[in-house]
């Protein structure tokens, strides 16, 4: 399966929003309502942020929320801050039990 | 509290074996499915394998199809990957990954393999 397509960046001053897209197709993210998301600090394991689109797991603040409309999935962060710097990738079930990540986008706080 | 502990990592020739493990404790591991995602240097993460909770049903990627083998023992809580004929390209942190029906939610911190002469 091919990746998912992220922006390789995108940027933000602190307590402003950004949203990273997501686009796949029809066979994975357009198919499904199970994309979900992840955020990686250097060096650290992936977090699990949002999952099934739009539900978060407890713990996760309320500033991350996801999305998805046809092909591509969003996630949106508001209110942003500092340790949100990292790197986040977007991951869609794509059928018959596998899965296809995005490539990734690094978040940079100003 | 969920952990996950991967060990087996290190250094291999092309064409050489590796097997990964991985520990899994603070949750029922008979329940759930259980996954390997890796990450080249510098790279994405990448989906590599699937097991279903009593280990009768695996998927892989096209990439490692035929070459690895993912396998578990719940008697004793650990998730294995059997990798053979390992390329370059198959060097990677390894990451063990719990299957929340179609999510990953939680992850260990990974071994790192290094496939080079």
């Known amino acids: 399966q091919s990746a998912l397509t992220q922006p390789r960046s995108v940027s933000g001053s602190p307590g402003q929003s950004v949203t990273i897209s997501c686009t796949g197709t029809?066979?994975?993210?357009?198919?499904?309502?199970?994309v979900s998301w992840y955020q990686q600090h250097p060096g650290k394991a992936p977090k699990l942020m949002i999952y099934d689109v739009s539900k978060r797991p407890s713990g996760v603040p309320d500033r991350f929320s996801g999305s998805k409309s046809g092909n591509t999935a969003s996630l949106t962060i508001s209110g942003l801050q500092a340790e949100d710097e990292a790197d986040y990738y977007c991951c869609s079930y794509a059928g018959t039990y596998t899965w296809v990540f995005g490539g990734g986008t690094k978040l940079t706080v100003l | 509290e969920v952990q996950l502990v991967e060990s087996g990592g290190g250094l291999v020739q092309p064409g050489g074996s590796l097997r990964l493990s991985c520990a899994a404790s603070g949750f029922t591991f008979s329940s759930y499915w259980m996954h390997w995602v890796r990450q080249a240097p510098g790279k994405g993460l990448v989906w590599v394998s699937r097991?279903?909770?009593?280990?009768?049903?695996?998927i892989y990627a096209d990439s490692v199809k035929g070459r690895f083998t993912i396998s578990r023992d719940n008697a004793k809580n650990t998730l294995y990957l059997q990798m053979n004929s390992l390329r370059a390209e198959d060097t990677a942190v390894y990451y063990c990954v719990r299957g929340s029906l179609y999510t990953f939610d939680y992850w260990g911190q990974g071994t790192l393999v290094t496939v080079s002469s």
């Open positions: 097991i279903d909770s009593d280990g009768s049903t695996t």
């Open positions: 029809s066979s994975d993210v357009g198919g499904y309502k199970y």
